[in-house]
């Protein structure tokens, strides 16, 4: 395949923007602390996302027993912690289906895992970052948008480095290293740059595989750690073993950067999927 990432560059430009309210969302709630008057605002001003967080707030998961109509109640049902989760995952969910990738890609399974990595970097968060749960979690929520970049422009030639990898049993990583010459991980990180999104967002997409050279001088390496966990505990959920056997299969490099036994994994495993749990009725409904 015969592709730069200048190649990969020129072509983004063509893709659709973020959406405007979708952007003060996430840059919003990458922020320490948030006020509700700030959120509700934001969210009021898209119709879409408005009405989108309003129906789960009339869902069952909730039960609430009158209509909700206005944001400002549905803030005194939900409360703030989850009004911010919800909108968030709407607005970044919103984003990935204005991609309109390849239609043969399992959009709600790839969705489907990224929620499941943004609970766990919202699990692990409590061992490694207890301050930034949130922005752990956004970081979770896109660490794989280059993928859905790269099947956009690439299409079937993407298809190929995915199948490749999953045939040969080969991290994704190394493939498109080989056939590409870049990563999903590098192609994320530019996008989000180009949106303006924060450093912090940008760089632990860039460094959610704790790959080689991207990790040289960056200052948020240790939440890009955080983010390699939750990736990799995702991926262990997604599977029958839970031991340090198969973290290798998922990345041979995994012990470089971590020394858990198999017992600490467990316990890790065992917390996220309480979370998970926990907002497996939420999860239902944001998939739907």
Not at 52 to 71: C, D, E, G, T, W
Not at 115 to 144: C, E, M, N, S
Not at 229 to 256: C, G, M, W, Y
Request: net charge negative.
């Amino acid at each position: 395949m015969n592709y730069t990432i200048d190649d990969i560059l020129e072509r983004i430009d063509k893709l659709p923007t973020l959406n405007s309210v979708a952007f003060e969302v996430i840059n919003l709630c990458s922020e320490d602390e948030i006020s509700l008057s700030q959120l509700v605002r934001v969210i009021s001003n898209d119709q879409s996302l408005a009405s989108q967080v309003l129906k789960v707030a009339n869902s069952s998961y909730f039960n609430y027993p009158r209509k909700i109509y206005s944001l400002e109640r549905a803030v005194v049902v939900m409360g703030l912690n989850l009004l911010r989760d919800i909108a968030l995952s709407i607005a970044i969910f919103s984003l990935y289906k204005g991609l309109k990738v390849n239609r043969n890609f399992d959009m709600i399974a790839f969705w489907g895992h990224t929620l499941k990595t943004g609970y766990a970097a919202r699990v692990l968060a409590d061992q490694f970052a207890p301050a930034h749960k949130d922005v752990l979690y956004i970081g979770g929520l896109l660490h794989d948008i280059g993928k859905l970049v790269l099947l956009k422009i690439l299409q079937e030639d993407y298809i190929f480095v995915l199948e490749k990898s999953k045939q040969e049993e080969e991290p994704l990583i190394e493939v498109e290293r080989q056939l590409l010459g870049f990563t999903h991980a590098d192609i994320g990180g530019e996008l989000l740059d180009m949106w303006k999104l924060p450093e912090s967002v940008v760089s632990m997409v860039q460094l959610h595989h704790l790959d080689g050279n991207s990790m040289n001088g960056q200052a948020h390496l240790p939440w890009g750690r955080v983010v390699y966990l939750a990736n990799i505990f995702a991926h262990l959920l997604e599977s029958e073993e839970r031991n340090l056997e198969k973290v290798n299969q998922i990345d041979p490099n995994f012990t470089k950067h971590f020394s858990f036994t198999d017992g600490e994994i467990a316990h890790m495993v065992e917390l996220i999927e309480i979370e998970i749990a926990e907002n497996q009725d939420l999860m239902s409904i944001l998939q739907a």
